[in-house]
């Protein structure tokens, strides 16, 4: 059995270490890329030749009909990363006795995680209240200003890996869990603990508002003039998955409009943010360069993904997050 990682090395030692290489090896031959870059190549499909098993990450090549008639015999590409798009080809997705998986699951997690210390963090005012202390007073705050996690209604848009994270972490607090995803029915959204809303009744309900949507097409500009000002007054807006959700202008209006509303944003339509964009520069914004996803030690995760789906496919089994081509037109 030959298995490729076909990873910059760069990326070899970001997201694995060597007690990973040991598990994979005892499945195999395991070869590891050894180059910055994919340029030559000649090196890459002599280096994937015969490969039984591909894994890939970012920045990896696209797995096309030359890396495909290289391997004869490729029985399944493992993505080391989210997306598995940018190393997908339309020979790779016809040929459906080669199959896939990726990492989305391993790094939303850690999304899930940031994305929920944020929301607590807002309702808390750990983002506002600052101003006051370092204008030198301590009891001058408006407590209307800070709520607790409780007794209130979370929503969360697209019931994913992230947004299936994310309410499993919910369901430890004391809060009503809404969700918009129009692929998934009441019952299916029950199943995993929450109610399902339509977007309208969905933005007018939610105290808090977590997005997890991918960006395609039925996503960009979700909320929108039409319906922001559905919002309520002191809404809480998480968005750790892509800017275009919200059709930016008009989500820095309302901003502006309702100081009571506020925005943790990890994310912007354009990145980075031109240097006037004006979220920059809100009271009520807290802006993070895009940082919810795995860094440092966190990913290790994906390497650990990679493992557990390999010893479930040399098993026999189905993969955890094994892919469905029939969904990829859905998925980031």
Same mark, same amino acid.
């Given at each position: 059995?030959?298995?490729?990682?076909?990873?910059?090395?760069?990326?070899?030692?970001?997201?694995?270490?060597?007690?990973?290489?040991?598990?994979?090896?005892?499945?195999?031959?395991?070869?590891?890329?050894?180059?910055?870059?994919?340029?030559?190549?000649?090196?890459?499909?002599?280096?994937?030749?015969?490969?039984?098993?591909?894994?890939?990450?970012?920045?990896?090549?696209?797995?096309?009909?030359?890396?495909?008639?290289?391997?004869?015999?490729?029985?399944?590409?493992?993505?080391?990363?989210?997306?598995?798009?940018?190393?997908?080809?339309?020979?790779?997705?016809?040929?459906?006795?080669?199959?896939?998986?990726?990492?989305?699951? =391993?790094? /939303?997690?850690?999304?899930? &995680?940031?994305? +929920?210390?944020?929301?607590?963090?807002?309702? *808390? @005012?750990? %983002?506002?209240?600052?101003?006051?202390?370092?204008?030198?007073?301590?009891?001058?705050?408006?407590?209307?200003?800070?709520?607790?996690?409780?007794?209130?209604?979370?929503?969360?848009?697209?019931?994913?890996?992230?947004?299936?994270?994310?309410?499993?972490?919910?369901?430890?607090?004391?809060?009503?869990?809404?969700?918009?995803d129009p692929t998934m029915s009441a019952e299916q959204i029950r199943e995993l603990g929450a109610e399902k809303r339509e977007l309208n009744e969905f933005l007018s309900e939610c105290d808090v508002i977590s997005v997890h949507a991918p960006?395609?097409?039925?996503?960009?500009?979700?909320?929108?003039?039409?319906?922001?000002?559905?919002?309520?007054?002191?809404?809480?807006?998480?968005?750790? =998955?892509? /800017?275009?959700?919200?059709? &930016?202008?008009? +989500?820095?209006?309302?901003?502006?409009?309702? *100081? @009571?509303? %506020?925005?943790?944003?990890?994310?912007?339509?354009?990145?980075?943010?031109?240097?006037?964009?004006?979220?920059?520069?809100?009271?009520?914004?807290?802006?993070?360069?895009?940082?919810?996803?795995?860094?440092?030690?966190?990913?290790?995760?994906?390497?650990?993904?990679?493992?557990?789906?390999?010893?479930?496919?040399?098993?026999?089994?189905?993969?955890?997050?094994?892919?469905?081509?029939?969904?990829?037109?859905?998925?980031?």
């Open positions: 059995m030959k298995i490729s990682l076909l990873v910059l090395k760069k990326h070899l030692e970001g997201v694995f270490a060597e007690k990973y290489f040991e598990r994979i090896r005892k499945h195999g031959d395991v070869f590891l890329w050894d180059e910055e870059n994919f340029e030559d190549r000649a090196k890459v499909l002599d280096f994937v030749k015969d490969s039984d098993i591909i894994i890939t990450s970012w920045h990896s090549p696209v797995i096309d009909k030359e890396i495909l008639d290289a391997c004869p015999n490729l029985q399944a590409v493992l993505h080391a990363a989210g997306s598995i798009k940018p190393i997908m080809s339309d020979e790779l997705a016809s040929r459906e006795d080669i199959r896939l998986t990726a990492s989305a699951a =391993a790094i /939303g997690e850690g999304v899930a &995680e940031t994305a +929920l210390g944020f929301a607590i963090a807002a309702c *808390k @005012g750990a %983002f506002t209240m600052p101003r006051y202390t370092r204008a030198g007073e301590w009891n001058a705050h408006n407590a209307s200003e800070v709520i607790d996690f409780y007794d209130i209604k979370v929503g969360i848009i697209s019931a994913g890996f992230v947004g299936r994270h994310m309410i499993k972490l919910l369901r430890n607090f004391h809060v009503d869990i809404l969700v918009y960006k395609i097409p039925a996503t960009e500009h979700m909320i929108n003039r039409d319906n922001i000002e559905l919002l309520k007054d002191r809404v809480i807006i998480v968005n750790t =998955a892509r /800017g275009s959700i919200f059709d &930016e202008p008009y +989500l820095i209006e309302r901003l502006k409009e309702k *100081k @009571g509303m %506020f925005a943790c944003l990890d994310i912007t339509e354009v990145e980075p943010p031109a240097a006037d964009n004006e979220l920059r520069f809100l009271d009520n914004v807290n802006l993070t360069p895009h940082l919810a996803g795995t860094a440092s030690n966190g990913r290790r995760r994906i390497a650990l993904h990679v493992c557990e789906e390999l010893d479930r496919f040399m098993a026999g089994e189905k993969m955890k997050t094994e892919i469905d081509r029939s969904m990829l037109s859905k998925m980031a």
